[in-house]
């Protein structure tokens, strides 16, 4: 693991390493509970929302009920075992890390820790990502879709390494931050086990060059996610003589335009409060490797037996609502990232603050505080469209999403009104809509 200059008195605290004072998510308790929610929750819609238990139910309500029928079969118990679906998770994910080895990408600085270091990172997830999908089409044009349903056929073994995957290094992360000379997150050292596992205790854990945070971050999960909805794609193709529908091909385009922009634009990662704030426990590591590529994929898993058709019209409609949030996200994150640089090409107002920084007060940033989060929220919603109406839990992600970027907000605010005093007081009076204008 990496080593920095810190120094500790032997009970976890420093200068640089104080003791955490408050909790986030109610502390102990709420990270029990997220924890338990975690690791249920992917396998509940995978048993309770699939063709095998005749579908998706219509109200969230129907879940457990349906999930505990399909579970109490002794025979279905044994069909679980995957050893196969279970290897094939490891080699995925040591392909991922012998791409981030191999494959050529610069090095790039991160921003400057409470040490004064700044971590170097390289930047080739974008490439490891081409390579993957270049594997996979080979093999479906050559052999045709149904040479490419492995991960649907494997779901659960898949599934459950991506689990143990993330519990271990969790668990092995956590137990090396107690190492001497470790830079811990300032949200993660509070001396309550439970809870600095969840969080993460460590701020930045590596091995030599390689940072575990980042990789799992962008590569393994991310990629795995565009590879499981084509895996469910071909699915569907293969049931229908090869061509999809007007449903998954929205879902397969909005998704994986979401993850080449994330891919692509990798750099911006390391300025993201994940990045530069929090440590790597649990909670990154259950959401990176299982959360999302196993639960964000769920439209793609209910339409490989579900054949929605749309129509050109509500696929059209669909289509302009998920180009409106896309635009709102990347201009409102194109202007954050110039006004940081020292540019402001459109000319936007602003706020001095006593810090000598300012804050933008005008276009999107004076709409709201948090524009990029509104936008998201728009291509959350046309992600789960396509699945039409035939049950709810395929809008699971949008009001997962609203939860989860609501939360952020509150950390955000948090931190800035900790960060700028009476200034960030001046700012939400020019700013007061915190993520939709006019709403909230």
């Not at 810190?6 to 955490?20: A, K, Q």
């Not at 004072?21 to 819609?45: D, K, N, Q």
């Not at 997830?125 to 089409?137: C, E, P, Y």
């Not at 590569?219 to 061509?243: F, Y």
């Amino acid at each position: 693991m990496s080593k920095h200059l810190v120094t500790s008195n032997g009970n976890g605290s420093s200068l640089l390493n104080p003791r955490t004072t408050s909790y986030e998510f109610l502390g102990p308790p709420g990270a029990f509970l997220i924890t338990t929610l975690t690791l249920s929750v992917p396998y509940i819609f995978s048993f309770a929302c699939s063709e095998k238990a005749g579908g998706c139910p219509r109200s969230f309500s129907e879940l457990p009920a349906q999930f505990i029928d399909v579970v109490s079969d002794v025979e279905w118990w044994k069909a679980q075992w995957d050893p196969q679906g279970f290897g094939a998770y490891f080699a995925w994910y040591a392909f991922t890390v012998v791409a981030w080895a191999v494959v050529p990408g610069d090095w790039v600085d991160g921003l400057p820790t409470r040490t004064g270091q700044r971590i170097k990172y390289k930047i080739n997830a974008f490439s490891t990502m081409l390579l993957s999908l270049g594997i996979v089409g080979g093999l479906i044009f050559t052999r045709g879709p149904s040479s490419f349903t492995y991960i649907y056929d494997h779901w659960v073994g898949i599934l459950t390494g991506a689990m143990v995957n993330a519990i271990v290094q969790a668990n092995l992360c956590y137990l090396s931050s107690f190492r001497e000379g470790r830079l811990l997150a300032l949200g993660g050292n509070s001396g309550n086990h439970l809870y600095d596992w969840f969080m993460g205790r460590e701020l930045n854990p590596q091995i030599g060059s390689f940072d575990i945070k980042t990789f799992n971050e962008l590569r393994p999960g991310m990629i795995l996610w565009v590879l499981i909805n084509i895996s469910m794609a071909c699915e569907q193709a293969s049931r229908r003589g090869g061509t999809i529908t007007d449903s998954m091909w929205l879902v397969l385009a909005f998704q994986g335009w979401y993850t080449v922009d994330a891919l692509y634009n990798e750099p911006a990662l390391f300025s993201t409060m994940d990045v530069a704030s929090d440590g790597f426990g649990f909670m990154l590591s259950i959401g990176d490797l299982v959360w999302l590529p196993f639960t964000y994929s769920l439209q793609a898993r209910y339409l490989a037996w579900n054949h929605v058709e749309l129509g050109p019209v509500w696929t059209a409609a669909i289509f302009i609502l998920h180009g409106l949030g896309y635009y709102i996200f990347r201009t409102a994150n194109g202007d954050k990232n110039n006004f940081r640089n020292g540019k402001n090409p459109k000319g936007l107002s602003s706020m001095q603050t006593k810090r000598g920084t300012k804050l933008i007060t005008s276009g999107w940033w004076g709409a709201s505080r948090h524009p990029n989060y509104f936008g998201d929220l728009i291509m959350g919603l046309a992600w789960c469209l396509p699945t039409a109406f035939g049950t709810p839990v395929t809008y699971y992600y949008i009001i997962y999403f609203a939860v989860l970027l609501v939360h952020r907000q509150r950390r955000d605010d948090e931190a800035c009104q900790h960060k700028y005093g009476d200034d960030w007081n001046e700012y939400k009076k020019l700013v007061p809509w915190r993520i939709i204008p006019k709403v909230y």
